[in-house]
């Protein structure tokens, strides 16, 4: 059991590699009540092309590690959601484009509960008429999130904005791609990356690190996993230019609702390096948008948007753009407004007291984060298969300077890589 220690966040993180491979996180919170555990694994949306070393490469149809997901939690005699109900805990999982998770949160029978999870998602189960019956579930949720409005405009500005990168797709898949998931690829897909060596189990709340890792070398040390080699994953070449510059969506809305944001050139950073362009990239945001600015306040004020403008910022090594809008009764108007003012912004640039008294709001919201097991939990699974460490994130807000925030405003917004996704009102026909 190795220990590392983050003396400015006052946090002590415990790791240990199983012989079998699986990565096992343990951050101790005395006093908190709430136990929170994460099982994840690093497969989501994305990955529908890949290799295992020795092996030929696989293509496999989009929306399996949903479908996977959901298959996860059938057991022979009913499903486990009740074994963590009759053991006190709450249970849920989510898929991710890079990632898919299986989680719980309880105040009693952490064992056993820790237990459960790791013992259900390392033993599938599911018949062939199981999967069948699935796809009509699943095709179900589909068309349920068609007729979502915030889902279309995000997912659309997504569509517009790449041309082969998968992370275009929809996470669910489509009606057509589900019905070409077999048993067989399931089983094929969760023997890759449900590996232990692919896996992440991570717990953080009032336990004791020790018990923690004993439970699961016990646990790990009963099964028997084969050795498998690396997986390699496989993506077309994304070109710069986005698919579409426009996508218009009718639904039967009371406002439109309008998305727009600047596809960036593949950022290709790793670990701290690729922290500091993300955290820069969302002062700089901040600073641009946020509910406390000028520009915010007056389109809301002019009843441009129905609220305060949302955005955010998405970046791996591979992928980055942001998303800016919201419900607005003009949405052409709300682009115009938005690009004249980061044109105008970008001619002065931001003040060292905006600057500071921004990165100021953020590091006070990273410190509350650390006070929520949830928080924690979600944002250190992410951070950790992305390559970048969490608990960086204090020291890379203190180090960032406003050079490097003018810098990004000057760089990001480049408007011929500028995607439109609109939520138009549906007209009777």
Not at 9 to 17: F, M, V
Not at 67 to 85: N, W
Not at 170 to 184: F, L, P
Request: net charge negative; glycine share 6%.
């Amino acid at each position: 059991m190795n220990k590392r220690e983050y003396n400015r966040i006052q946090e002590t993180l415990y790791y240990e590699r199983m012989d079998n491979g699986l990565d096992v996180y343990v951050l101790p919170k005395p006093g908190f009540q709430k136990t929170y555990a994460t099982f994840s694994t690093r497969y989501g949306s994305i990955d529908n092309h890949f290799k295992v070393e020795g092996e030929e490469p696989v293509q496999v149809p989009d929306g399996i590690a949903h479908f996977l997901e959901h298959k996860m939690f059938e057991e022979p005699e009913g499903d486990v959601f009740t074994s963590f109900a009759q053991q006190g805990a709450s249970a849920n999982a989510f898929t991710t484009f890079d990632r898919t998770v299986y989680l719980f949160s309880a105040t009693d029978q952490i064992e056993k509960n820790i237990t459960t999870l790791i013992d259900f998602v390392q033993n599938p189960y599911f018949s062939v008429e199981s999967v069948e019956k699935e796809k009509g579930i699943i095709e179900q949720e589909i068309n349920m999130y068609r007729d979502n409005a915030d889902w279309r405009a995000y997912f659309g500005l997504i569509e517009a904005m790449y041309q082969r990168h998968p992370i275009y797709i929809d996470i669910a898949g489509t009606v057509e791609s589900i019905q070409e998931i077999t048993r067989d690829t399931l089983l094929q897909c969760y023997h890759t990356f449900y590996h232990p060596s692919n896996m992440m189990l991570f717990i953080v709340g009032g336990v004791e690190p020790e018990q923690i890792f004993e439970l699961v070398r016990g646990n790990q040390a009963a099964k028997s996993f084969s050795k498998q080699g690396e997986i390699e994953r496989f993506f077309d070449e994304e070109p710069l230019q986005v698919r579409t510059p426009r996508k218009v969506t009718s639904l039967p809305v009371s406002m439109a609702k309008c998305l727009f944001g600047c596809k960036e050139e593949r950022p290709g950073l790793e670990g701290k390096a690729l922290l500091e362009h993300e955290l820069a990239t969302r002062i700089m945001l901040d600073l641009m948008l946020g509910s406390s600015t000028k520009l915010s306040q007056t389109l809301y004020e002019e009843g441009l948007t129905s609220d305060n403008i949302g955005y955010e910022y998405n970046c791996d090594t591979n992928t980055a753009f942001t998303i800016i809008g919201g419900e607005t009764q003009d949405p052409d108007e709300l682009i115009k407004r938005v690009k004249e003012a980061i044109e105008a912004q970008k001619k002065v640039g931001f003040s060292q007291e905006a600057f500071e008294r921004t990165r100021n709001k953020r590091i006070g919201t990273y410190m509350r984060l650390l006070n929520s097991p949830e928080s924690i939990a979600n944002e250190f699974t992410k951070h950790t298969f992305r390559g970048t460490d969490l608990f960086d994130i204090l020291d890379v807000y203190e180090h960032v300077t406003l050079e490097q925030i003018n810098q990004r405003l000057q760089d990001h917004f480049k408007w011929e890589q500028l995607a439109v996704s609109i939520v138009e009102q549906k007209t009777e026909e």
